[in-house]
Each structure stands twice: as C-alpha cells, then as structure tokens.
C-alpha cells in the first residue's frame, strides 16, 4: 500500500510508546486515525495530541482482550470512517521479569488477555474487511521475544511466540489464496517506552500481590555494578524511539515486508537458536533480552 491519505488506520495500544508513535506518523500521511487503549485519560491526551498534527482522530477506550470491547471497536471504526485499510495490533503489556516457579496464574493470564487475545480478537473483527476489499494492511507487534526464548520473560515469551505464528499464518493463507492483502510482523528490541511500568494498565482482579515489590531486573547472570552502568550507557545510545520505529513500520507497508526488524542487535542469539533446532540440539544458554546492552557496543 502505497496511498495513505484519507484512508483510516485504526492502532490498538495508541495512548504511549509505539501506538502513539504509529498513530502521529500515519496521521502526518493524511489517514484517519482510530486510536484504542485501556488507559482513558492517556488515550484522551494521545488523542489531542495526534489532531493537532491535523489528523482527524477517534479515540475509542478499549480493552483489547475484552471480545465485546473489540467488536464495538469494529463498529465505531465502520460508522466513522466506513472500512479501515491499516490495522495497528499493538497493545502489549509485561509481567515482571522472574523465575517461572514465581510467576502466578494471573501473570499468565493477564500477559496472554493483552498480547494473544488483543491480537486474535483484533484479526477476526478487521480481517473479513480487509479480505472483501482485496487491499490493506495488518501489522502485529510482536518482538524478539518472539524468535527466541529469553530466560525471566516466560508468558511475554509465550504470548509472543504465539502471535508470530498467527502472522506468518495468516500470511500464508493469504497468499494462497492470491489477497493482495499484507501482514507485517513487527519484532522491535529495546524501544523507549512506558512498558516498563505495563501494570499501570493491570485489572485488578488479576494484580500480583508481589509486582510493586518486584523489581525490573536486567538479567538473572547481570550482577555487577559494572555490568549495569554499561547497560544505562548503552541502552540511552541504542535503544530505539518509537517514532524510528513508525518510520520503520510506514516503509514496511509500503514495502510488502513481512519482518520488520527494528535493529540488528539479537541477530545471533535468533540464528543460534534457529541452529540448535534444526540440528535437534538442546536450547543454547541464552542470555537475558537485556545482554546486547551490558557488553561494548558491536552490531547496528
Ligand atoms: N518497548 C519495548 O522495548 C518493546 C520491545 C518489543 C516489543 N514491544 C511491544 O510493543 C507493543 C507496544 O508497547 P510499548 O513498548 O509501546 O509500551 P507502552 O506501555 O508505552 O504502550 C502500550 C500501550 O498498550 C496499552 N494497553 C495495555 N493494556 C491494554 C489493554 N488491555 N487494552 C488496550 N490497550 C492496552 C497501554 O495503555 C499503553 O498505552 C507491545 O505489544 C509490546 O509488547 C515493546
């Protein structure tokens, strides 16, 4: 897809981070922007901040995991604008990086309502449109956690896994059956974001006693002080802006690409894996999400 203006782009988990930055920049295109989070008052500022950049916006509160919630979204979305061509399926939350033995039912529950759910209930409302209409585009926000298994992240992990399979499925199916209709399948590294602080968003039957007490750790083997200076270091210079990574997402669209990858920097711990399994071996030791910042720079 190359024509953007006047179409309608509808991004779930647009109130922060990189759903905000998608919904600016595909704004900046001309589109109508469809803008769903759970957070209403972020959702209400997001909003006001995209019309000012000339965007005609709908903000619709929404909790992607809710069935319901994501039909209304498909029903305020065709009464607005009539059928979206992009659909954003990004919102995304993160437990607590901890050993499994510590995580809870509702740490499971929570991770797979938001990352897997968002994403199945968002496919079966938008694709039949998208499908009729021969022309559009689907992007999934998945991550390297999903092309590999970091120790301390098991339902992000799982979710994440999970909806890389769903595109690549998808993409599959589309393709034989001669859609011109696209599936992107985001998987950023580190991005500046607030997904550090995901249990703002956390319902409450589903809080962790534990989670104000569990601190974000960088990785089970990253002990040192060195160790962790050189991540805050590291992590300023390299860590990707959500609006790097909309530019990214934008020239994915127009490309056709199926992967958009937002830096090079997990590569080898993916092709390690990749390897391990094609030759039956045991998982390689894998290092944290965070191991490509505690080291001196190398990569891109
Ligand atoms: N930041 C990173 O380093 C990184 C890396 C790889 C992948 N991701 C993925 O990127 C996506 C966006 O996250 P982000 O990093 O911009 O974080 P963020 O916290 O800044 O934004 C996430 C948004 O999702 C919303 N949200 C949370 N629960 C929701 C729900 N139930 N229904 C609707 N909206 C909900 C939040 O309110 C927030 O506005 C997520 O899927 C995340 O897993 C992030």
Redesign the pocket.
């Known amino acids: 897809m190359r024509d953007f203006e006047g179409k309608t782009a509808v991004i779930?988990?647009?109130?922060?981070?990189?759903?905000?930055a998608f919904a600016e920049c595909m704004g900046r295109e001309g589109m109508n922007i469809v803008m769903?989070?759970?957070?209403e008052k972020?959702?209400k500022v997001?909003a006001a901040q995209v019309e000012a950049l000339g965007a005609t916006v709908l903000p619709v509160v929404?909790?992607?995991?809710?069935e319901a919630a994501m039909d209304h979204l498909g029903e305020a979305t065709r009464a607005a604008f009539g059928s979206p061509h992009v659909i954003c399926l990004?919102?995304?939350?993160?437990p607590a990086s901890v050993p499994m033995e510590e995580l809870t039912t509702a740490d499971w529950k929570w991770t797979f309502?938001?990352?897997l759910w968002?994403v199945v209930h968002g496919i079966r409302v938008f694709l039949p449109e998208l499908k009729a209409q021969n022309e559009g585009s689907l992007v999934i926000?998945?991550?390297?956690?999903g092309l590999t298994s970091f120790p301390w992240l098991a339902p992000?992990n799982a979710t994440?896994h999970a909806v890389v399979s769903i595109a690549e499925t998808l993409h599959t199916e589309l393709a034989n059956v001669g859609s011109a209709v696209n599936v992107h399948c985001?998987?950023?590294?580190?991005?500046?974001?607030?997904?550090g602080?995901?249990a703002?968003?956390r319902p409450k039957e589903l809080r962790n006693e534990d989670e104000e007490a569990a601190e974000f750790a960088p990785s089970p083997s990253a002990g040192s002080d060195t160790d962790l200076s050189q991540f805050a270091e590291n992590f300023e210079k390299i860590?990707k802006k959500?609006d790097e990574v909309a530019e990214l997402v934008l020239a994915g669209i127009v490309e056709e690409r199926f992967w958009i990858e937002t830096d090079t920097y997990y590569r080898d711990t993916i092709q390690t894996r990749h390897r391990a399994i094609e030759s039956f071996e045991s998982p390689p030791a894998a290092q944290s999400v965070m191991d490509p910042y505690l080291h001196k720079l190398g990569g891109a």
């Open positions: 779930t988990g647009s109130a922060s981070g990189m759903g905000l769903a989070d759970i957070e972020a959702l997001a929404t909790d992607v995991g809710d990004n919102a995304g939350v993160a309502d938001v990352n968002g926000t998945a991550s390297v956690a992000y994440k985001l998987c950023p590294g580190m991005v500046m974001t607030n997904i602080d995901a703002r968003n860590a959500p």
